[in-house]
């Protein structure tokens, strides 16, 4: 089939959530179709993969976005009943991009990852299969919780203004994607109307590139317990679950473990990030492999207050064979067994209670970590997971009704 995909973030490198589940359905895609990528570009860095995109792409169009201007850009959408996302997404180069795509090729379908990239199927006359991922307005729902006002209206407006956006885009959809039971099943809730066009396509792992390696050294300082965080560091429910597990689990972990350290992995550290840094917190930035830090991590963690769907992160620890203490909603969507698989905590008192004891028993550690790679090597392929789209793109193809 000739495919449209349309994606929020460019696709590659695959080194933060969003863009290693984008990354793996565009690869996915293309070795069953011609796939057209349109999408934009908003870390200068990423521009220079672009002739690696090509290599798997029909055609391709990158669209330049600078968040500073793209958020002045969005604003004048609170004057209206629009969503600030919208805006900040429009880009007149790409949507004359995909008209003269349409125009030019016989496309078959348009594949959107995220809500925000579907403004540029409409009027294409073509069947669109929407990754929604997670039930994005739910989020900025949260975030109003977790912030004082204006911030707290402006996210609360931009939850509600979204969902409207996001029941119009899955009404028009042929099947609308979620990463979880539990985002499908939200909103079926919220949205009813489009309940018989929402399935569940969970997120995946490639086990092979995750994996431990004897031949792999060691990141750390000889002699510290180093505990661990990954993610993009400029991701505010990340800032948050650090920030947070430094000031209220670390303190009470260190009185244990003189010699225990937390380390922050990711790319671009927020300030708030930034001022972690002292004898107790190591903030990496940038590193050029995150599997080393995964590996000699003597614990996982991912305190996570504020999470929607299947957190790469997590798995991508499991399947390094570390013990993973996660917040329960970054633990339940997993589907592991809580306790054998995958530690969960609700609050720092569980966060310390449970590193802890891990610490105190490394036998238990092990099995946690080899159990866990376990669960992700045989539930968590990225075949097995995208089989979904696979079905409703064959069964366009074929002619054949979609089942409901």
């Known amino acids: 089939m000739n495919l449209l995909y349309l994606v929020h973030r460019l696709p590659y490198p695959p080194n933060k959530g969003d863009k290693v589940r984008s990354y793996h359905l565009l690869r996915h895609l293309a070795a069953r179709h011609r796939v057209f990528l349109g999408s934009f570009v908003d870390d200068p860095d990423d521009e220079a993969h672009a002739d690696t995109l090509r290599q798997w792409c029909a055609d391709l169009h990158l669209a330049r976005l600078h968040p500073r201007s793209a958020k002045i850009q969005s604003l004048p959408a609170l004057l209206g009943d629009e969503p600030l996302t919208l805006r900040y997404y429009r880009d007149a180069g790409l949507a004359q991009w995909v008209r003269a795509v349409a125009a030019r090729e016989r496309l078959d379908a348009v594949v959107v990852f995220s809500s925000s990239m579907a403004q540029y199927a409409e009027g294409l006359g073509l069947p669109v299969l929407v990754d929604f991922v997670d039930v994005d307005s739910a989020k900025w729902a ?43 099943a939200l909103f079926r809730r919220l949205a009813p109307e489009c ?10 792992v490639d086990a092979d590139h995750f994996a431990p390696d004897a031949a792999r050294g060691a990141p750390f300082a000889a002699g510290e317990v180093p505990i661990v965080f990954t993610g993009a560091m400029d991701y505010w429910p990340n800032v948050d679950a650090v920030t ?23 790319r671009s550290p927020a300030p708030a990030v930034q001022a972690l840094a002292g004898d107790a917190v190591h903030v990496t930035g940038t590193v050029p492999d995150v599997r080393p830090y995964l590996q000699y991590a003597a614990v996982v963690v991912a305190p996570l207050r504020v999470a929607r769907g299947i957190q790469n992160k997590v798995l991508e620890a499991m399947a390094m064979a570390r013990p993973v203490v996660a917040a329960a909603g970054c633990a339940q969507p997993i ?16 966060f310390v209670r449970e590193v802890d004891a891990l610490l105190r028993d490394p036998a238990r550690a092990a099995a946690v970590g080899a159990a866990g790679r376990r669960r992700v090597v045989d539930h968590h392929s990225w ?15 074929t002619a054949q009704p979609l089942a409901a």
């Open 335 to 350: 589907g592991a067994r809580l306790g054998d698989e995958l530690i969960a905590a609700a609050d720092a008192p569980g």
């Open 383 to 397: 075949p097995a997971q995208l089989a979904p789209i696979d079905a409703a793109l064959d069964a366009l193809r």
């Open 244 to 266: 947070w597990f430094a000031r209220e689990a670390l303190p009470a972990l260190r009185e244990r473990w003189p010699a225990l350290r937390f380390h922050v992995v990711g």
């Open 142 to 184: 949260q975030y109003a919780e977790h912030h004082r006002w204006p911030l707290s209206w402006v996210y609360r407006r931009e939850g509600e203004r979204l969902l409207a956006v996001e029941r119009a885009v899955a009404s028009r959809a042929v099947r609308a994607f979620f990463v979880t039971d539990a985002e499908a």
């Open 195 to 204: 309940a018989a066009r929402v399935v569940t396509s969970g997120n995946g």
